[in-house]
């Protein structure tokens, strides 16, 4: 009976706990490798992470609308936009292509072994986390559609004044 109430305990922190980040290396786009630890510090403030590929059209059209809004958000919030790319090696050279081409603002690395992808179990692109200035996972989002940057933004202002989100 202890073994089991112990198992329930647990397995209720697990549930209700907030996700941190896990420690995994990704690529800057000049190929040094990074801990993801390290990137999304950002000095108590939000930190968006976009999960992407260059295949990806709604990724895409999620990162523009990111980009639109960039230098606004940052100097209203002080959020830190970081967009990460599952494709593979044997395409990380388009990876390079479409950031030149799109000017993203932010922060870009690639996860070609696909191990952040696994770690966060992201199934499909794009996905969206927020965390907040702890390094804490406190929202996601699957899929874009257009206006759906608004209601991150709306959860990042939440987090900037330690309302939770729903």
């Given at each position: 009976m202890k073994?089991?109430?112990?198992?329930?305990?647990l397995s209720f922190a697990l549930l209700v706990g907030n996700d941190k980040m896990?420690?995994?290396l990704v690529k800057k786009l000049d190929g040094t490798k990074v801990n993801t630890i390290d990137i999304i510090k950002n000095?108590?403030?939000?930190?968006?992470?976009?999960?992407?590929?260059?295949?990806?059209k709604p990724c895409k059209k999620e990162l523009d609308a990111m980009a639109e809004n960039f230098d606004e958000w940052?100097?209203?919030?002080?959020?830190?936009?970081?967009a990460v790319s599952?494709?593979?090696s044997r395409s990380s050279a388009k990876v390079v292509t479409d950031v030149k081409a799109k000017n993203w603002p932010f922060e870009i690395y690639l996860d070609e072994n696909q191990d952040l992808k696994r770690?966060?179990?992201?199934?499909?692109?794009?996905?969206?986390?927020?965390?907040?200035?702890q390094g804490?996972?406190?929202?996601?989002?699957?899929?874009?559609?257009?206006?759906?940057?608004?209601i991150l933004y709306e959860n990042i202002k939440k987090i900037i004044k330690g309302e939770k989100i729903n």
């Open positions: 073994t089991l109430l112990t198992i329930i305990a896990p420690s995994v000095d108590g403030k939000p930190v968006v992470i976009s999960f992407w590929a260059t295949w990806c940052k100097k209203e919030t002080g959020v830190k936009i970081i599952i494709d593979d770690s966060l179990n992201i199934i499909n692109v794009p996905h969206t986390f927020l965390l907040d200035g804490n996972i406190v929202w996601s989002h699957n899929s874009y559609v257009e206006g759906d940057e608004d």
